[in-house]
C-alpha cells in the first residue's frame, strides 16, 4: 500500500478540485489498513477506506471540506453501524493541479500539524534515500508519511478477446499490478479500457515480446493457437517470472512436442503453466478470468514469485 500519486493526478485532471481520505493511524480493529485511501469529488468518488457508515460519512464530509487538510479519530462501534470495536484517524486532503504536480515521486511527508520535520521523519527519509528502504504508511510525530505506490508485477497479457477482457476488468483494479495489453489492432479492444493498463496494438505481437521486462508475467490467450504457439516460442527464448496459457490437456500436449521440435528442452517448457485458471468453474469467460486471477494472485504464488526474486 502507497500513495498512488498517478491516479490522484488523473483524478484532478478528470475532476479538478478532489480529496484524498486517508487512514492515517489505527487502534485496535479496523476494516481497512493505515494507507488505504479514497478520493472523493463534487458527484463521485474511487477507492475505499472499509465502506460502510465512516465512509459514507467521511465522503459526505470531504465535498464540504474548506480548509487544505483535517485530521479527524472515528470510533467504530455501534454509533457508526460497524462492528469492528476499533478507532481510526483520518487525514483528509485537497488537492488541485498545482497541489499534485508539487508532490514528490518516493516518498510523501507532510505536516498534520505545522510543526517543523521532526527528528524521527528525517530518519525515515534518509533510510529510503540512501538504503532503498521505503516506509510503511504512518502518522508519526505530528506528520503523516506515505511511499509513492509503484506496481511491483508487471503482468503482459496477450489477447484482447472475450476472456481478455474478461481478466482486464478483474485485475485491473489491483494496485500491485501494471497491466501491459497486446492484440493484433486496436479495433480488438473495448472502447473503454481501465485506467493504469498500457494497450500495445501490433500487427505482429510476437515481436513484442523481447521489449518485455525479463521478470515479468504472461497470460496468453489470443484468437489463433498459431500466435499462441509463437508467444510460447518467444517466451522461452526471451525469459520471464510466470507464463500461463489458456487452453485444454490436449493442446498443452500438442504445444509441448511443437516446442520441443523448435529446440527447447523439457525442463524449459515445463516452465510455462497450461491450463491455466480453474476447469471446475466452466467455461464462461468470467469464471475462466476469475480462476486465472484467484491462480497467480493467491499467497503460495506470491511466495514462489520471491523466490523467484531473491535466487
Known amino acids: 500500500m502507497g500513495f498512488d500519486r498517478e491516479a490522484l493526478r488523473e483524478a484532478v485532471k478528470t475532476h479538478g478540485k478532489v480529496v484524498r481520505v486517508v487512514i492515517a493511524a489505527i487502534k485496535g480493529s479496523s476494516p481497512r489498513e493505515v494507507g488505504a485511501a479514497m478520493l472523493v469529488w463534487k458527484d463521485g468518488q474511487s477507492g475505499t477506506i472499509g465502506g460502510g457508515t465512516m465512509e459514507f460519512q467521511a465522503a459526505e464530509a470531504a465535498r464540504s471540506q474548506t480548509t487544505a487538510a483535517r485530521l479527524t479519530q472515528h470510533a467504530l462501534g455501534p454509533d457508526l453501524g460497524q462492528c469492528c470495536g476499533g478507532a481510526v484517524t483520518l487525514l483528509t486532503e485537497i488537492y488541485d493541479r498545482e497541489t499534485v504536480d508539487g508532490l514528490d515521486d518516493t516518498i510523501i511527508a507532510r505536516s498534520v500539524s505545522d510543526g517543523d520535520m521532526p527528528l524521527s521523519v528525517k530518519r525515515l527519509l534518509a533510510q529510503a534515500r540512501g538504503q532503498g528502504v521505503q516506509p510503511e504508511p504512518q502518522l508519526i510525530d505530528g506528520w503523516m508519511v506515505e511511499p509513492v505506490h509503484k506496481p511491483a508485477r508487471d503482468l503482459w497479457i496477450w489477447g484482447a478477446g472475450h476472456v481478455g477482457r474478461a481478466l482486464v476488468d478483474v485485475l485491473s483494479p489491483l494496485p ?25 496494438p501490433a500487427a505482429n505481437p510476437t515481436e513484442l515480446v523481447r521489449h518485455a521486462p525479463r521478470d ?31 487452453g485444454s490437456a490436449t493442446k498443452w500436449a500438442r504445444f509441448r512436442s511443437r516446442l520441443a521440435a523448435l529446440g527447447h528442452s523439457p525442463e524449459r517448457i515445463k516452465r510455462i503453466t ?31 514469485l520471491k523466490k523467484d526474486l531473491s535466487a
Request: with cysteine.
Open 176 to 200: 500491485d499490478l501494471a497491466i501491459t495489453w497486446i492484440d493484433t489492432g486496436f479495433e480488438r479492444f473495448p472502447d473503454s479500457v481501465p485506467e493504469g493498463v498500457t494497450v500495445l
Open 216 to 246: 515479468a508475467e504472461h497470460l496468453v490467450l489470443t484468437y489463433s493457437h498459431n500466435l499462441d504457439l509463437e508467444l510460447c516460442n518467444r517466451l522461452l527464448l526471451h525469459d520471464f517470472r510466470f507464463a500461463g496459457l489458456i
Open 274 to 304: 497450461c491450463p491455466i485458471g480453474d476447469p471446475s468453474l466452466g467455461k464462461h469467460p468470467q469464471m475462466i478470468a476469475v480462476g486465472v486471477a484467484a491462480q497467480i494472485l493467491r499467497p503460495a504464488r506470491q511466495n514462489e
